[in-house]
């Protein structure tokens, strides 16, 4: 990565801000991933055996413990588990999804290889030109940064005001962003440890180094799931063409279902 990279890198972190009111268990991360996704492969085969006579039968999954979220849009479905390490988020992320806040909202702003930005309740219903990205429910939410949890291509992470505004950098109550990102190299990943000071993990480089991810945005922001079925609509939303302000210039709206809690 040349500096001119690491700049453009730099710079779209700042862009990773809503500009109104944005305002231990026992079971491994491993694990946890690995149950998520066996709790999706349980609720799909018993969907095919569903009938549409019965569409309030009750889905059982596995023992996972795992709180399961899909995102839903014309695109398809992203399937997101919550961190048990960010427990302020998940709690409010659960809120909201069982009020109907996000129905209806749109990803509001897309950036090609870097994420996709919702959560505004201004969006919805929003007139094609008017400008988004200020609204929220009229709180903030305190910073919950845990070293584990990085920007890997689908970490679902909560949008902010910039540090000069928000030296705390408490999360929207509501906004938040899925990463896409790009993979990097290993020499990429490593000019970006040393610029960022962070210790990676094997894994964490092998994240970024395969799937991708926006390493730069590591330590700023609280990231507090992440999409575990359903990456391919990350890219799908992200290839969209865009308009003023990055605003997709089709709609995409979404609705949120806690799939289990």
Do not use: W
């Not at 795992?66 to 695109?75: L, N």
């Not at 007139?127 to 305190?142: D, R, S």
């Not at 845990?146 to 509501?174: C, F, I, M, T, W």
């Amino acid at each position: 990565m040349n500096k001119l990279s690491l700049i453009l890198f730099v710079l779209f972190g700042l862009l990773i801000s809503s500009c109104g009111t944005v305002n231990n268990k026992e079971t491994s991360k491993n694990e946890n991933d690995a149950n998520a996704e066996q709790a999706i492969e349980t609720m799909e085969t018993e969907n095919q055996d569903k009938s549409e006579e019965s569409p309030k039968e009750e889905i059982k999954f596995d023992d996972s413990d795992s709180t399961i979220v899909k995102i839903s849009t014309q695109y398809g479905d992203m399937y997101v588990y919550l961190y048990d390490k960010t427990p302020l988020h998940k709690e409010n992320f659960i809120k909201l999804a069982k009020e109907d806040f996000y129905d209806g909202t749109l990803f509001h702003r897309v950036i090609k290889n870097f994420m996709i930005q919702g959560g505004d309740p201004q969006s919805k219903n929003a007139a094609p030109n008017q400008m988004l990205g200020n609204g929220g429910p009229g709180y903030t939410i305190p910073a919950e940064i845990v070293a584990e949890y990085h920007h890997k291509k689908g970490a679902l992470a909560a949008a902010r005001l910039g540090d000069a505004q928000n030296p705390e950098r408490e999360s929207s109550g509501s906004q938040f962003y899925i990463v896409q990102g790009q993979p990097l190299s290993n020499s990429q990943m490593m000019q970006v440890q040393q610029m960022n000071k962070v210790p990676y993990t094997s894994e964490q480089k092998r994240d970024y180094t395969s799937i991708g991810g926006t390493p730069h945005l590591d330590g700023s922001y609280t990231v507090f799931g992440e999409v575990i079925r359903g990456l391919e609509v990350i890219d799908k939303i992200a290839a969209q063409p865009t308009a003023r302000a990055d605003r997709p210039a089709e709609d995409i709206e979404m609705t949120v279902e806690i799939i289990k809690e």
